[in-house]
């Protein structure tokens, strides 16, 4: 068990290249830590240098508030599954999961080997698969022996690379549920790296967001979500994506694309004073105006709109709204894209709406947005001018009540 400081760390190649420029992160102990960020934003680079395989230009790595900086891999007691795991094809599987046991010779006693590799394969439901090799696994097989050769060291953390991106989808989201489990039970430190909205909102305590080697946020994923700082995590969380849009301050409205939007008190307020901001909502803050409770339907605005097409999902459907894009903000738009690795942000908005609705394209509808939920960005740096960062502190303070609860009713499974 262990904490993670990071102290602005740095790290500059030999050629030059700054791919982490001054990272500050404070890991708890047993805490999930996930890191995303499109790619090339320093992510695998940052947990080689947690874990030894890189040198740290500038700042300070700390384990249990101990500097590590010089400290060899081996020394930090650290156990990484790489999104390659690269099993040893001759040996079984009993031995690939008992391989760091063994590496460290005598000092583990055989028995207790014994016990351990049983105990991470019952862990990974691998018990019957001990004796086979790993060549005539299936993928996701593969992926837990890799997974048991990381835990079955005591590791005072565990760090993932992208371990499921091999995986399909369908074992993805099996896996994911069992590392949820297992880290949960193990209550071990963990921090994960990927590309998985998914991954990233189901597994983590907390999610640290990553652009061009900077921290943009780090929250629960329910922060992220519903109070993002900026324009670029409001962006890349989520899928699909938060709509933006230029609007006007104009008479107590915010004049957009689609109408003037009756915005609230404070959405106003954040505007004032300024030519042009942009606002973000995001599609499921979109209905089939036909669809929305009388009661609620007064605490939004419904307007009318092109529908230029849908897409039925089953659970729900996708109508798209084309506009007439703002040169004024199509710069940083664009800029916004490229950080998202988007090839360009369409001037088409987004709705989500319910799997019921006989909106279809091509006709003019009538659609409801909850106003309530939308948020004011600045035109210029992207930052969220509505953001109610006491209400993050509580939807973070809120995930890590529910998350310590979810570990002693793990553990008390495990001990019963
Ligand atoms: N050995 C190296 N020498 C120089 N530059 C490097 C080296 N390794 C990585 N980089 C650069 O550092 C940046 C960060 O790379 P890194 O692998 O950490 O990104 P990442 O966030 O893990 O991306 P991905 O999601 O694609 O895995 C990239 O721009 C990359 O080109
Ligand atoms: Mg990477």
Redesign the pocket.
């Known amino acids: 068990m262990s904490t993670i400081t990071l102290k602005n760390l740095v ?1 500059r ?3 030059g ?1 700054e ?2 420029k001054g990272i500050s992160l404070d890991i708890a102990d047993g805490e999930f830590m996930i890191l995303v ?12 240098m947690i874990v030894g395989l890189e040198d740290i230009t500038d700042g300070e790595l700390q384990i249990d508030g101990k500097r590590v900086n010089e400290m060899a891999p081996r020394d930090r007691n650290l156990s990484m599954v790489f999104q390659n795991y690269a099993l040893y094809p001759h040996l079984t599987v009993y031995e690939n999961i008992a391989f760091p046991l063994r590496l460290n010779k005598n000092s583990v006693p055989k028995d207790e080997i014994d016990r351990r590799v049983r105990q991470a394969a019952d862990m990974l439901d691998l018990n019957e698969h001990l004796q086979r090799k790993p060549g005539n696994l299936s993928g996701g097989q593969r992926q837990r022996v890799a997974m048991g050769r990381a835990i079955v060291r005591d590791a005072d953390a565990f760090l993932f ?2 371990p499921l991106s091999n995986l399909d989808a369908k074992l993805r989201g099996q896996m994911r549920t069992q590392i949820a489990q297992l880290q949960r039970k193990l209550g071990t430190t963990s921090i994960y ?1 990927t ?1 998985d909205q998914t991954e990233a909102m189901t597994l983590g305590d907390r999610v640290a967001v ?1 652009k061009r ?1 900077l921290l943009q946020q780090v929250a629960s994923p329910r922060e992220l979500y519903e109070q993002p700082v900026n324009l670029f995590v409001a962006g890349f969380i989520g899928s699909p994506s938060m709509n933006f849009l230029p609007a006007h301050p104009v008479d107590g409205k915010l004049r957009t694309p689609l109408g003037d939007i009756p915005a609230l008190e404070h959405q106003l307020k954040a505007a004032e004073g300024r030519d042009i901001v942009l606002i973000g909502v995001r599609p499921e803050h979109f209905e089939d105006n036909k669809l929305v409770d009388e009661g609620v339907r007064s605490k939004g605005w419904t307007f009318k709109a092109d529908v230029s097409h849908t897409e039925w999902l089953g659970n729900e459907q996708y109508g798209y709204i084309s506009y007439e894009p703002d040169p004024k903000v199509s710069g940083l738009l664009n800029s916004l894209a490229q950080d998202l690795d988007a090839d360009e942000l369409v001037p088409m908005v987004v709705t989500s709406l319910e799997a019921t609705s006989r909106i279809r394209g091509g006709q003019q509808a009538e659609l409801w947005m909850d106003v309530r939920k939308l948020h004011v960005f600045d035109a210029e740096s992207g930052e969220n001018l509505t953001r109610d960062a006491e209400e993050g502190a509580r939807l973070t303070a809120e995930a890590a009540e529910e998350r310590a609860f979810e570990i002693k009713r793990a553990q008390q499974e495990v001990s019963a």
């Open positions: 790290k190649y030999d050629d290249f791919a982490v960020g499109p790619s090339g934003c320093g992510k695998s680079t940052l947990l080689r690379d992208e790296v590309h990553l080697g």
